[in-house]
């Protein structure tokens, strides 16, 4: 198995980790560990999602897929997307994590790579035909939306134990599906999210809310939004920043904010959702508190003019995070601290080559982290 932290293996660390939303409430059981000799309930249907990745992007289109007798394409807009870069499917039928022989055939479009889970599977090509390529897919998840790590590519910066968990969106154009493909490509608003990721993980960091998360046995959660992913409709373009008062997002009572953004990165409406108890909204200027399961209050997140976010710990002091120049939070944000300034910051992601760097910047202070990852999988290198 690889070195890497894989996705599966965050998700399910500790008692078991779940998507928050359209949940993923359980991932099934990587062939990896069947091997290693690890055991598993036998599923009577097993599903399995692949992506057929082309050499060149170009006019979406469906390639031809050939499964074995006894299994059968799921139909369905959710189960199968056409990108410039890319056919997703997804098939159905009797478990067999030792995989089935799958055949793809797609006129005038070379192949360049086939992705299941988080693996680049192995092709066979057909020396008669240059337009077909074959490989094994293993067949072992519980349903398909247990599969989404085929679909999603993301990147884990932070785990729920450490008190902060923390998955960046890699959103490439010329993999957009559904809503994503009939609208304008929200390009500042997938750069300003990642923006606002990074300058919440300075302040937790610094205020101690993460450490007195962790100290609970309780994390906070960044998150984007994805345009990818046929399986969860994520739409219109937002971040979270989430607090789950416990070790998995299974939590009761967790509180999850929807910050929406505009075109510039602006954030102007909080649909905060707290398991169990519905949505309340939040506009500009209404302090919305974010408290745990015995109803304490744990941080307040305050929309600004301008389309800035004011972070308020308990104990103080209020962060501010604002755009460095004017309101365009597309380019380096700056955060103050007790009003006055405390950091720069700035992100930048290469998806096409699955470079990533975030750079923070202070007085007599400068750090950049600089990120390599898969841009087919978001695993990290």
Known sequence: MSAHVSRRAVLTAGAGIALAGPAVPDFGTDPALLQAGATAAPLATAYAGFRVVRKKPGLPSAAEITVPAGYTMMTGTQYQAASRAEYL??????????????SVRWPDVPVKDVIAGERHLALTRDPADRWRVSFTLPMYRASATADSPTVQVWSYLGQPASGLYWHVEHNDPDRAAGVWQTVAWPSGEVIAVQSW??????????????????????????????????????????????????????????????????????????????QGGGRTPYRVDQPAPILDAEGRLVVTTTIRAHGGLDIDPPAGPTYSIIAATGQDFTGRLKILKGGTPWRTLGTYDNVRQGKMHIDVRGNAFHTRTDYSYDPLTGITR
Request: glycine letters at 8%; aromatic letters at 12%; one cysteine or more.
């Open 197 to 274: 990721m990074a300058a919440c993980r300075e302040i937790l960091v610094d205020s101690g809310l993460v450490a007195e998360a962790q100290r609970r046995g309780h994390f906070y959660a960044l998150m984007g939004f994805e345009t990818n992913n046929p399986l969860h409709l994520d739409n219109p373009p937002h971040w979270h920043m989430s607090y789950y008062p416990g070790p998995t997002m299974s939590a009761a009572k967790a509180t999850v904010p929807h910050y929406w953004v505009d075109t510039l990165g602006r954030t102007f409406y909080n649909g905060q959702d707290v």
């Open 89 to 102: 499917r997804f098939v159905q039928g009797e478990a067999n994590p030792a995989g089935i022989p799958v």
